[in-house]
Nanobody, 122 residues
Framework: QVQLVESGGGLVQAGGSLRLSCEASERTSNSYVRGWFRQAPGKEREFVAAVNLSGNTYYGDSVKGRFTISRDNAKNTVYLQMNSLKSEDTAVYYC????????????????WGQGTQVTVSS
């Protein structure tokens, strides 16, 4: 059972930046796809980004060019660098991990963090 702990959320002004971190309780470098989703009030959980075992990265259309996902296998940690933040990026951000292939569907991921709030003020 992989446990995921997010950190780095907070309040930021529009146009600003934040970096989220997600540390896994065990080694994930060889077996797990890592990803981020977000959920705003009253909306479905939305795919943000994923990084597969080869280091290839994938992004949701709404964050392409602004967000960057990366992984540090030595620290079992995945990061989400968020730049040029907009008010519509306000949401709870969830870290995920799964042994399968990457997917934009939340139902494809087995392990989830508790979430971290990101609030962008306009």
């Amino acid at each position: 059972q992989v446990q995921l702990v997010e950190s780095g959320g907070g309040l930021v002004q529009a146009g600003g930046s934040l970096r989220l971190s997600c540390e896994a309780s065990e080694r994930t470098s060889n077996s797990y796809v890592r990803g981020w989703f977000r959920q705003a009030p009253g909306k479905e959980r939305e795919f943000v980004a994923a990084v597969n075992l080869s280091g290839n990265t994938y992004y949701g259309d709404s964050v392409k060019g602004r967000f960057t996902i990366s992984r540090d296998n030595a620290k079992n940690t995945v990061y989400l660098q968020m730049n040029s933040l907009k008010s519509e990026d306000t949401a709870v951000y969830y870290c995920t991990a799964d042994r399968g292939v990457w997917s934009q569907s939340a139902s494809s991921y087995d392990y989830w963090g508790q979430g971290t709030q990101v609030t962008v003020s306009s």
